[in-house]
T-cell receptor, first 114, second 111 residues
Framework: EPEVTQTPSHQVTQMGQEVILRCVPI?????FYWYRQILGQKVEFLVS????????KSEIFDDQFSVERPDGSNFTLKIRSTKLEDSAMYFC????????????FGPGTRLLVL | SQQGEEDPQALSIQEGENATMNCSYK?????LQWYRQNSGRGLVHLIL?????REKHSGRLRVTLDTSKKSSSLLITASRAADTASYFC???????????FGKGTMLLVSP
C-alpha cells in the first residue's frame, strides 16, 4: 500500500540554524500539507500546497517557513532560523484531491531545537 | 474558527469491552475523519465520514455523524490491547481542505 514517507525521523539542531524537512507524498496525489504537533498539544495545520503554489497557510507559517516541491517526488519544509518553540513533530500529508478526500500522513519528523 | 474537541480526554477499559469516543465541532464541514496515533508516532487514518452520511463501519470501527448537533462518535468494539493509542477527530470546513484536529482521547486497553 502506498504511503507518505518523511526524512529524517529525528533532527536536533541549534537555535538559529536552518533545517529542511523532507517528504515524499503518495505518487498520484496532488495536494500536499504540513502540520506540526508540539509535545502534548493538538496537531496544527501549517500550510497546503497545490500546483506548485501555496494554497492555504496558517498564522504559524510566517516568513521563517517555506515550502518547495523541488522535483516530481519530494516536498520540503524549510525553517530558516529555528527557534526553541519550533521544537515539535512535523507531519507531512497528501491527498488525491482537495476536499472530501482522506489526507494520508507520514510518520513525522521530530525536531528538537536546542 | 472551528474546533474539534473529543471527550473523554482519557478512557481506560478492559480487553473485550467497547470504547466510545465523542467529538464536537463548531462550523459546517465537508468531512470528519478519525485518526489514531500511537505514542510519539505518526497519524494513521481510520475512517472518513462525509457530511451527508450518518453512519459508517470499518471492521471493528463504527462512526456516526450528527451534523445537526455538530458531533461524531467513534465506537471500537471488542477492544484489544493493541488498540491502546490516542484517537483524534479532524474536520475540514466547507471551502477549505485543511484539517482542524481535536485534542484527542487517550485510550488504554488493559489485557
Amino acid at each position: 500500500e502506498p504511503e507518505v514517507t518523511q526524512t529524517p525521523s529525528h533532527q536536533v539542531t541549534q537555535m538559529g540554524q536552518e533545517v529542511i524537512l523532507r517528504c515524499v507524498p503518495i505518487s498520484n496525489h496532488l495536494y500536499f500539507y504540513w502540520y506540526r504537533q508540539i509535545l502534548g498539544q493538538k496537531v496544527e495545520f501549517l500550510v497546503s500546497f497545490y500546483n506548485n503554489e501555496i494554497s492555504e497557510k496558517s498564522e504559524i507559517f510566517d516568513d521563517q517557513f517555506s515550502v518547495e516541491r523541488p522535483d516530481g517526488s519530494n516536498f520540503t519544509l524549510k525553517i530558516r532560523s529555528t527557534k526553541l518553540e519550533d521544537s515539535a513533530m512535523y507531519f507531512c500529508a497528501s491527498s488525491r484531491t482537495s476536499d472530501q478526500e482522506t489526507q494520508y500522513f507520514g510518520p513525522g519528523t521530530r525536531l528538537l531545537v536546542l | 474558527s472551528q474546533q474539534g474537541e473529543e471527550d473523554p480526554q482519557a478512557l481506560s477499559i478492559q480487553e473485550g469491552e467497547n470504547a466510545t469516543m465523542n467529538c464536537s465541532y463548531k462550523t459546517s464541514i465537508n468531512n470528519l475523519q478519525w485518526y489514531r496515533q500511537n505514542s510519539g508516532r505518526g497519524l494513521v487514518h481510520l475512517i472518513l465520514i462525509r457530511s451527508n452520511e450518518r453512519e459508517k463501519h470499518s471492521g471493528r470501527l463504527r462512526v456516526t455523524l450528527d451534523t445537526s448537533k455538530k458531533s461524531s462518535s467513534l465506537l471500537i468494539t471488542a477492544s484489544r490491547a493493541a488498540d491502546t493509542a490516542s484517537y483524534f477527530c479532524a474536520t475540514d470546513a466547507v471551502g477549505y481542505s485543511t484539517l482542524t484536529f481535536g485534542k484527542g482521547t487517550m485510550l488504554l486497553v488493559s489485557p
